[in-house]
């Protein structure tokens, strides 16, 4: 019940495509869902997150998509580019500090 | 200002030998994380500082396995007899009050190879 399960496992996108990256989680106590990027060589960083009271969040490119009845969040990159190419991670806690991770999703983004 | 530092980057051992991963969190930051990446995997979580409580170490895999944060600040991960199965990148993180949806910051990690 703790798990967050993420996919798919790698993703390879054209340039200005739509990049689509889903979580699925069954603990209906989670309440916070941030969204990580990782470059080759660096730690993650936040890129965006939502709270269960709204259904989507969007900042810039990025936007998260919530549908709480299907326990589903998903990521959604609009006019994807090459500079977006790393490592995307999930994750979810229930109203502490302990996020619960996916186990990444590896984007790459063709020129 | 200065982000999340972690040393060594790189760490080699042989099995069974002892090993110390630093951290230097943000200054000013409360709380500390420690997590471990392995390959595949995504990111377990280990253990949190957060002020003078007593830290949460739930997600320790054994009691190699240790942490201490001194003054507030540095902590440092110990892995004692060390085994291959604990090659991985541990990453150490920081947020500012440890609450949630309080920003973690991460450190660019530390790679252990266990040979």
């Known amino acids: 019940q703790q798990q967050v399960k993420q996919s798919p496992q790698s993703l390879i996108v054209q340039k200005g495509g739509i990049s689509i990256i889903n979580c699925a989680y069954e603990n209906t106590a989670f309440d916070y869902f941030p969204w990580y990027q990782q470059f080759p060589g660096k730690g993650p960083a936040l890129l965006i997150a939502?709270?269960?009271?709204?259904s989507e969040k969007k900042e810039g490119r990025f936007t998260i998509s919530f549908n709480k009845s299907a326990k589903q969040f998903s990521l959604h990159i609009m006019d994807s580019q090459p500079g977006d190419s790393a490592t995307y991670f999930c994750?979810?806690?229930?109203?502490?500090?302990?996020?619960?991770f996916g186990t990444g999703t590896r984007l790459k983004v063709l020129a | 200002g200065a982000g999340v530092s972690q040393s060594p980057s790189n760490k080699v051992t042989e099995k069974g030998k002892d090993v110390e991963l630093r951290c230097d969190p943000i200054?000013?930051?409360?709380?500390l994380y420690w997590y471990r990446q392995s390959l595949g995997q995504g990111l377990e979580f280990l253990i949190y500082?957060?002020?003078?409580?007593?830290?949460?170490k739930s997600g320790l895999p054994s009691d190699r396995f240790s942490a201490e944060r001194t003054g507030g600040s540095v902590s440092t991960l110990t892995i004692q007899r060390t085994q291959q199965e604990d090659s991985a990148v541990y990453l150490c993180a920081s947020s500012s009050v440890g609450a949630r949806g309080d920003t973690q910051y991460f450190g660019p990690g530390t790679r252990l190879t266990v040979l």
């Open positions: 200054s000013g930051h409360t709380a």
């Open positions: 994750a979810a806690s229930k109203g502490t500090y302990k996020y619960i």
């Open positions: 939502i709270r269960p009271d709204v």
């Open positions: 500082f957060q002020g003078n409580s007593a830290p949460d």
